[in-house]
C-alpha cells in the first residue's frame, strides 16, 4: 500500500539574483513499512527534502501526499494538526522538553492532541527502547544514546503514517549509534512502521531496503537492497 507520494517536488531559493534548486522536480512513492535511506553530499538537498515531506515547510511547487492526504491543499493551522497525528520526527539533536520526564517526553504529542495515552503501548515502547528504568529521568540525567531514543519513542507513540529522520546518529559515538539502527529497525519491523532516514551513516544504509541517493537537488540513484 502507498503511503505516501511526491509528485514534481520543486524548492527553490533565492540568493541574491541566482536562483537555487534545492530541490529539482522530484517524483518517487514509499510503501508503507519501507524502510529507506537518503544519501547525498552536504548541500544536496536531502534535508531540504525530507522538511518538505514532513510538512515542516512548504515547496515551491509540486505535491506531496501522505496517506492520500495531499498535506499542501491545506492550511497552516491544519497541517500542524496533521503532522502531529501523522509524521514522527526525529532529529540529531534530540529536541526533549528539558522539564518533563523521559515518560512525559515520550507522550508530549499524544497530551498535545487531546488524546489518551494507550499504557500498554507505552510500557511497550518504553521496554523495547530498553528505558523501564529511566522513565522518571529527566533529558539532562540520560546520555545522548537514551535521550535520542526517547525521541524515537515520541516518534512512534502515536503510530504516524510516517517516521522522518534528521541524521539521528550524526551526534553519537558508534556503540550508541549501532544502538539507534537497531531501534530504527526494531520499529520498521515489529510495528510495520515506515521510515525514511536522512543519513551519511553507511550502517543505515546497509539496514535500509532501500536506499536514494540525491544530486544538486535530483534524484540520481534509487536502488532496493
Known amino acids: 500500500m502507498e503511503i505516501l507520494k511526491v509528485e514534481n517536488l520543486i524548492k527553490t531559493y533565492k540568493n541574491g539574483n541566482t536562483t537555487i534548486n534545492a530541490v529539482d522536480n522530484i517524483s518517487f512513492s514509499v510503501e508503507k513499512g519501507d ?18 515531506l514532513g510538512g515542516v515547510d512548504r515547496p515551491t511547487s509540486g505535491k506531496v501526499f501522505i496517506d492520500g492526504v495531499d498535506i499542501y491543499n491545506m492550511n497552516n493551522d491544519a497541517l500542524a494538526i496533521f503532522r502531529r497525528r501523522q509524521v514522527g520526527l526525529i532529529y540529531q539533536f534530540y529536541n526533549l522538553i528539558p522539564i518533563l520526564n523521559v515518560e512525559e517526553n515520550i507522550v508530549l504529542p499524544c497530551k498535545l492532541d487531546g488524546k489518551n495515552v494507550r499504557r500498554d503501548r507505552l510500557n511497550e515502547i518504553i521496554d523495547t527502547l530498553g528505558l523501564s528504568k529511566r522513565r522518571s529521568h529527566l533529558p539532562n540525567e540520560l546520555s545522548g544514546g537514551q535521550q535520542q531514543r526517547v525521541s524515537i519513542g ?25 544502538e539507534i539502527v537497531a531501534l530504527l529497525k526494531e520499529s520498521n519491523k515489529k510495528y510495520n512502521q515506515t521510515i525514511i532516514v536522512i543519513t551519511h551513516d553507511a550502517s543505515i544504509a546497509q539496514e535500509a531496503n532501500r536506499v536514494i541517493t540525491i544530486e544538486d537537488g535530483k534524484i540520481v540513484s534509487d536502488v532496493r537492497n
Open 35 to 52: 524502510f529507506v535511506a537518503i544519501v547525498g553530499a552536504s548541500g544536496s538537498g536531502k534535508s531540504t527534502l525530507l522538511h518538505l
Open 154 to 178: 515520541r516518534a512512534i507513540i502515536n503510530n504516524p503514517a510516517l517516521v522522518l529522520a534528521d541524521e539521528p546518529t550524526g551526534n553519537l559515538d558508534s556503540k550508541a549509534s549501532d
